[in-house]
């Protein structure tokens, strides 16, 4: 390695740059599992947690302070920046709109968001982070991808099959193009503010995009996406993450998408992940959040198999699939950790 490199582990691997170890972290790790989460949250509720920049710094340093993880991703929502777009919603705990999107004229009405303007409290909880962080540790700003925003914001709430949206999506498509449009401009402008504000990389979270069929995803996201992409590509030089969720079937339609690292849930084993993305770039992946739940010795040798699994990538980020469930023992987390780390050590792979 070049000594007068400053870039982290995580952004090495995410380039495909050699590395010491594999680096790690885990999706979703500032939260409801760590018992110091649960403590802060008795004192403040969720959304001021978020729009208060010393306490989403806190909590999103939390488990910097307890393992050893490569990366820290701030503490905020997908649905933190859509207030200010006009679309209220509230956090029961996941989030309920009051007022849906489930018209054209209301699709067309929710405005671009501007980020220094409508989200400063997020571009001051990222410098706040990156001024306490180590600085061999990289600090992920992220945002929710257009398509999975449009979930939330036309059925308004979680749901199994969010068949109110994809159905908005057929009934009106022009209106759904333009609001997937302004989702994709907002959060592309969003993630390069946050990368200006100090995030050493950012990361799209597309929860739902597995949900559509690849006719769909071709007509309605992923020219979204394409432009998304290039916007974040020309406004910084940071390494930008996509997780398609459940989205292997999709993958051979994403390979000309303008970006670093495509992180996979664990449906899919890493190695053909890479063969539908044509090879050449590094994968983020892929443990199932349940192997948390087994005994010691099973947890590890899943790690093993998927340090296995990406043997032979370009390079390779580890974590889970999706995020870790609020009932993990935070001990099982500290072993996978210091695990991942000792077996790459000599080198990854
Ligand atoms: O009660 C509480 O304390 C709130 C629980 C909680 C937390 C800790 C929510 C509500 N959001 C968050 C934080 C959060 N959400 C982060 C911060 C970083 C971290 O925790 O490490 C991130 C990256 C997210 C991203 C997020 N929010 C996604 C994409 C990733 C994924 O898991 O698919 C999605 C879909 C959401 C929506 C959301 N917000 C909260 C919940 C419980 C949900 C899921 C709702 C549903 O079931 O649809």
Redesign the pocket.
């Known amino acids: 390695m070049n000594a007068s490199d400053t870039s982290t582990v995580f952004e090495r691997a995410a380039r495909g740059l050699p590395v010491p170890h594999t680096p790690v972290w885990?999706?979703?790790?500032?939260?409801?599992y760590l018992p110091e989460?649960?403590k802060l949250?008795r004192t403040v509720d969720?959304v001021t947690?978020?729009r208060t920049p010393e306490i989403a710094a806190r909590?999103?340093l939390q488990?910097m302070q307890r393992f050893e993880m490569d990366a820290?991703?701030?503490?905020?929502?997908?649905?933190t920046p859509l207030d200010p777009m006009g679309v209220s919603v509230d956090?029961k705990?996941?989030?309920v709109l009051p007022e849906p999107v489930r018209t054209p004229e209301r699709a067309r009405a929710v405005r671009e968001l501007v980020p220094e303007a409508d989200v400063p409290f997020v571009l001051e909880a990222i410098r706040a982070v990156r001024s306490e962080l180590r600085p061999e540790a990289a600090l992920i700003g992220?945002a929710?991808a257009p398509f999975?925003l449009f979930c939330?914001l036309v059925e308004g709430?979680?749901?199994k099959d969010f068949m109110t949206a994809r159905s908005f999506l057929r009934r009106e498509p022009e209106a759904s193009q333009a609001l997937l449009r302004t989702l994709g401009r907002s959060m592309a402008r969003y993630l390069v503010a946050q990368a200006g504000a100090g995030a050493d990389a950012v990361?799209l979270?597309d929860?739902?995009v597995g949900m559509l069929g690849p006719e769909s995803y071709r007509r309605f996201v992923h020219p979204v996406l394409k432009e998304a992409f290039a916007t974040v590509r020309a406004g910084t030089d940071c390494p930008v993450i996509y997780?398609p969720?459940r989205g292997g079937a999709l993958l051979s339609s994403m390979r000309d998408l303008d970006m670093d690292v495509f992180a996979v849930d664990w449906t899919l084993p890493l190695h053909r992940a890479d063969a539908r993305l044509g090879g050449g770039r590094a994968l983020q992946g892929n443990l199932d959040p349940a192997e948390l739940f087994g005994p010691p010795e099973a947890l590890l040798a899943a790690a093993d198999a998927v340090l296995a699994d990406a043997e032979g990538l370009a390079g390779h980020i580890f974590s889970l699939g999706?995020?870790?469930d609020?009932r993990t023992d935070p001990g099982q987390v500290a072993r996978l950790v210091d695990h991942v780390h000792e077996r790459t050590r000599a080198g990854p792979g």
């Open positions: 885990i999706m979703r790790q500032a939260g409801r989460y649960r949250r969720f947690a978020t909590i999103t488990p820290s991703i701030l503490f905020s929502d997908i649905m956090f705990p996941g989030p992220f929710g999975t939330y709430g979680g749901s990361m979270f929860s739902w997780f969720n999706h995020g870790i609020r």
